[in-house]
């Protein structure tokens, strides 16, 4: 949940308190409208009364805010576009690991059909490499949000319906990242990354060295759940995808093929997929009834990413245009014009 | 515990790999924990008597529940968030590592 259920009683009336309790209770209130909603339209997504009905890939515009306190935390452009691909592969289910699926399994790959990229754009309308960089006093961020806050030793968010803001930074407690739900206040939407579980290059470091946290942060971003259900261990939690077997918690390490709980024998606990706790190597699909619920992600909540996605290039590269089952995987060349963000006037 | 030592306000993580059998032990964040997807939990107390007590949550930053703490007997330190109390009996601190009687 984001901190803006995280409401403290005032212990006495003092001058603003006051209105600092109403907006959060108010933003909690927000919240939990907000995900009402967004359930609502994926399970209309699940049962089929609504189709998924985008036709083209959509290429989702990132900026990259490297937020360091020491000079090998800032880590290099290589290593962004390091994880860009891994996403790029991740998330049209072109990673050359896919055929490490388990045969049982193979028939439930999904393509999401998004493809990410570094914005060209700023919010300003001016160009950019789609990375913003600030050295900190803050020796490590944690979870409390502080790293998306100029004012608290971070990087303010860039517009969330238009970029997926992914801030990169020393987070302590051996923590690997974290992310928002849609529906969450903009200040604090996407995902944080610590810098050694970033990328495949650099300061990345096995086993979380393929870019793989960053999938999975990107996926709770695009409302998938964990696939154990987040219940602990218990096995009546679910992550609401039909076709992900119902599992106790989460696994760890790479896990050998079957691991049965919760009785889902014979094929067991589905550890390959990225919304499990599995290392790095040992992860590699999202589900068909995962990528439903990113349609209906992106029907609802961040259709605003398809928009600003959508607003053709001034070259019109046609990478886009043809039909989506036909396009080739990363065909765009790296340096293809702008397609994103178009100039917004602020927040 | 009539008061506090000064060392113990900050965000405690739990250092799983070091429990003993009657000793939980946690550390502070920049502890070298081994990197994991899993958030920690643990706990914060703050000067003032708040409290927030961290446990794993469904986007892997931690839940945080807000509550409050109050000097307890001896080595003992009370903790309440929602409607759960327990003691924390303090067995060894400084401010790079916290021992709690299991």
């Given at each position: 949940m984001d901190t803006a259920d995280i409401v403290e009683t005032p212990v006495?009336?003092?001058?603003?308190?006051?209105?600092?309790?109403?907006?959060?209770?108010?933003?909690s209130l927000?919240?939990?409208?907000?995900?009402?909603?967004?359930?609502?339209?994926?399970?209309?997504?699940?049962?089929?009364?609504?189709?998924?009905?985008?036709?083209e890939v959509v290429t989702v515009p990132v900026v990259v805010h490297v937020v360091f306190g020491a000079d090998e935390q800032n880590v290099s452009d290589e290593q962004i576009d390091s994880q860009i691909a891994v996403l790029n592969e991740d998330f049209r289910a072109t990673n050359a690991d896919v055929a490490n699926v388990p045969p049982v399994w193979q028939g439930l790959v999904a393509d999401a059909r998004l493809e990410f990229r570094r914005a060209s754009v700023d919010p300003q309308g001016n160009p950019t490499d789609g990375v913003t960089r600030r050295r900190t006093d803050v020796l490590s961020f944690s979870d409390d949000e502080a790293v998306k806050f100029t004012a608290r030793g971070?990087?303010?968010?860039?517009?969330a319906d238009r970029y997926l803001n992914v801030w990169v930074c020393r987070l302590g407690g051996g923590l690997l990242g974290y992310a928002q739900f849609p529906g969450g206040p903009p200040a604090t939407d996407g995902v944080v990354i610590t810098h050694t579980g970033f990328g495949t290059t650099g300061t990345a470091a096995a086993p979380f060295n393929l870019g793989r946290t960053t999938t999975h942060e990107i996926g709770h971003w695009l409302n998938?759940?964990?696939?154990g259900g987040d219940d602990g261990t218990g096995c009546s939690g679910t992550d609401f995808v039909?076709?992900?077997p119902n599992q106790a918690g989460q696994n760890f390490g790479t896990p050998s093929f079957p691991s049965v709980t919760c009785n889902n024998g014979p094929d067991g606990d589905m550890f390959v997929n990225y919304m499990d706790y599995t290392d790095d190597a040992a992860m590699f699909m999202f589900t068909h009834g995962q990528i439903l619920r990113v349609e209906a992600c992106l029907a609802g909540p961040r259709q605003g990413l398809i928009t600003a996605a959508g607003s053709p290039p001034p070259d019109s590269a046609p990478a886009n245009s043809a039909p989506a089952n036909s396009a080739p995987a990363n065909s765009a060349p790296a340096n293809r014009a702008p397609a994103d963000a178009a100039p917004v006037g602020g927040e | 515990m009539a008061e506090i030592s000064p060392d113990l306000f900050r965000r405690w993580y739990r250092s799983f790999e070091e429990d003993t059998d009657d000793q939980a032990v946690y550390r502070p964040a920049d502890f070298p924990f081994p990197p994991s997807r899993a958030p920690r939990p643990g706990f914060e107390l703050r000067p003032g008597g708040a409290y927030v007590e961290y446990a794993a949550g469904p986007v892997d930053g931690a839940v945080a529940s807000p509550g409050r703490w109050e000097?307890?007997?001896?080595?003992?330190?009370?903790?309440?968030?929602?409607?759960?109390?327990?003691?924390?009996?303090?067995?060894?601190?400084?401010?790079?590592?916290?021992?709690?009687?299991?």
């Open positions: 006495r009336r003092r001058c603003g308190s006051e209105d600092v309790h109403r907006r959060l209770l108010n933003e927000n919240y939990r409208l907000n995900r009402a909603a967004i359930e609502n339209l994926a399970f209309a997504f699940a049962t089929g009364q609504e189709q998924p009905s985008r036709a971070g990087a303010d968010a860039w517009p998938l759940f964990h696939i039909s076709d992900t | 000097p307890g007997e001896g080595d003992a330190v009370r903790v309440r968030a929602g409607a759960a109390s327990r003691l924390l009996h303090i067995v060894a601190h400084d401010d790079q590592v916290l021992r709690i009687r299991r």
